[in-house]
């Protein structure tokens, strides 16, 4: 096979990202179009930018390695992110763009007072390292089915382009690479891959196992495990940084609802092709010893041009969700710890952010570790008392009682995650003790 087609085309992808970041950046003419493209995007931009932001390494690489060794199941890490997408979008997503604020923790900190602002702030820039990391291992999976380099080289090239045009660009060019990236995404993975690997595996599809094909529980993954799963993905796209930077990018509140729960539907979409290509990959390649080159792999054998195109469009899923991570932690960084609405402090903390991303991804290695980090501490930490914070006048949640859930929340599924035998189950036992302050802190009305 002629490798260097495929080579051809993955490099070509990434000039091109390149170059639109550089054009993008005439554009911005103010800090608030460096980090909300002047309030401007309409719903069709929204949907693509939130769709290619949510369908990144855990959408795809995560979820594709897990349902090839513990089968179907393991279609919970996609349909949490796609069902919080929509319930974001009906519930939540006009409150977002309302606000008319720029950050996730300036929402917060609207809630809230100072001292729960900046511990968010905090949480959320920590979280933000361990998924723009995700993704970087994401795109280092992908590559090194394609190139013989080392693997370290191959992830402190990918740091340096995902660096590069997040910096260059701002949100403009986070979201028009989205719009191309999103259409990229679809024509690749659900119009291309899924439809050829489908068709290869399908004379062999009788000899998947039972435990492959079992839905919604196995014996591999059970109600517990599958339900973790479920609210780890699930909590995140209901409150997440750099879901709400689009949602405040968004023109008016019925924009921002629209976007959301369209970019839901997508993501479960994504979710059906990712599946049938790991189940593809399961039939045709069977004895991976590492599950997480099952997909890229499968992809790789198809005719260069095609295994090109593909690949191309798996990059440009990671590529799109880190420059919204990177932008997203950039932008809390000077708005909510530094409290100055600067462009550069906010590139300084993307290069900063970057950089330690990279050191945790060669720190961490196993992709699914960095995962299970990134979204435990999170959804346990920061998801309820933001929530409550919405429905404040109903749910009487005070400052303190916000604190301690995001103190408590956090800190007991590091506990859980690092240090115990349930570790599966670390998300569940975080929700538990991030919702017990929520409870017990009230307003009391007299």
Same mark, same amino acid.
């Given at each position: ?5 495929t ?6 992808y990434?000039v ?9 950046s005439?554009?911005i ?8 493209a002047?309030?401007s ?5 929204l949907?693509a ?6 369908v990144g390494?855990s959408?795809t ?8 060794a513990q089968?179907l199941?393991?279609l919970?890490y996609?349909?949490g992110?796609?069902l919080?997408?929509?319930i ?7 409150k977002?763009?309302k ?5 996730l923790?300036?929402i917060?900190g609207?809630?809230?007072d100072?001292?729960?602002?900046f511990c968010?702030a905090?949480l959320?820039i920590?979280t933000?390292i ?7 291992q994401?795109?280092g ?9 080392d693997?370290?080289?191959i992830l402190f090239?990918?740091t340096?382009?995902y660096?590069?045009y997040?910096?260059l660009g701002g949100q403009?060019?986070v979201i ?6 999103f ?7 659900c ?5 050829l690997l489908?068709l290869?595996?399908?004379?062999n599809?009788d000899?998947?196992?039972s435990?492959?094909v079992?839905f919604p529980?196995?014996?591999?993954i059970?109600?517990?495990?599958a ?6 993905m ?5 409150v997440?940084p750099?879901i ?8 008016d ?5 629209k976007g959301?729960i369209?970019?839901?539907i997508f993501?479960?979409i994504?979710?059906l ?7 593809s990959?399961?039939i045709?390649?069977p004895?991976? !010893?590492?599950p997480? &080159?099952?997909?890229p792999?499968?992809v790789?054998? #198809?005719s260069? *041009? +095609?295994? @090109?195109? =593909? $690949?191309?469009?798996f990059?440009s899923?990671m ?5 919204s991570?990177?932008?997203s932690?950039?932008?809390i960084?000077?708005v ?6 600067s462009?550069?402090? !906010?590139?300084?903390? &993307? ?6 991303a990279? #050191?945790l991804a *060669? +720190?961490l @290695?196993? =992709? $699914?570790?960095?995962l ?7 959804t346990?930490g920061?998801t309820l008392p933001?929530?409550?914070g ?12 916000a604190l301690?859930?995001? &103190? ?8 859980v995650l690092?240090?115990?035998s349930f570790?599966?189950?670390a998300?569940?036992v975080g929700i538990i003790f991030s919702?017990?302050p ?9």
């Open positions: 096979m002629d490798f260097s087609i080579l051809i085309i993955i490099f070509t990434l091109i990202v390149t170059i639109i970041g550089l054009v993008s005439r554009l003419k103010s800090s608030k179009g460096f980090f909300l002047d309030r995007i309409g719903w069709l931009a949907t930018t939130i769709t290619a932001t949510t390494g959408a690489i995560v979820a594709g390695g897990r349902i090839y089968g199941p393991a919970w996609d349909i992110g796609g919080g997408l929509i974001l979008g009906i519930f939540l997503a006009n977002v763009r606000s008319g604020l720029i950050t923790p300036d917060t609207s809630f809230f100072d001292k729960v602002r968010s905090i959320i920590i933000e361990a998924w723009v990391s995700l993704l970087i994401a795109s999976l992908i590559l090194s089915v394609v190139v013989n380099f693997y370290t080289i090239i990918i340096i382009v660096i590069l997040t910096i403009y060019a028009y690479t989205d719009f191309i990236q259409f990229i995404m679809i024509i690749g993975i119009f291309i891959a899924a439809p489908l290869e595996a399908l004379p599809f000899k998947l196992s435990i492959s079992a529980f196995s014996s591999e059970g109600i517990l495990t339900g973790s799963i479920f609210f780890m699930f909590m995140p796209h209901i997440g750099d709400y930077s689009k949602l405040l990018s968004a023109k509140e019925k924009t921002a609802k959301a369209f970019s839901g993501k479960l994504f979710a092709g990712i599946a049938l290509i790991a189940l990959a399961l045709l390649y004895d991976l !010893s590492n997480y &080159i099952a997909i792999t499968a790789f054998n #198809l260069p *041009i +095609f295994s @090109g195109l =593909i $690949l191309a469009s990059i899923v590529v799109s969700s880190a420059d991570c990177l932008l932690a950039g932008t960084l000077s909510d710890i530094f409290k100055k609405e462009i550069n402090i !906010s590139r300084l903390g &993307i290069l900063f952010i970057g950089f330690l990279f #050191l *060669i +720190f @290695g196993d =992709i $699914l570790k960095t299970q980090l990134a979204y435990t501490v999170f346990a920061l933001i929530i409550f919405f429905y404040k006048n109903k749910t009487h949640v005070t400052s303190k009682g301690l859930s995001l &103190i408590f929340g956090g800190s007991a599924s590091i506990i690092y240090f115990s570790g599966d189950y998300v569940l919702l017990i929520l409870l017990v802190f009230r307003e009391v009305k007299r």
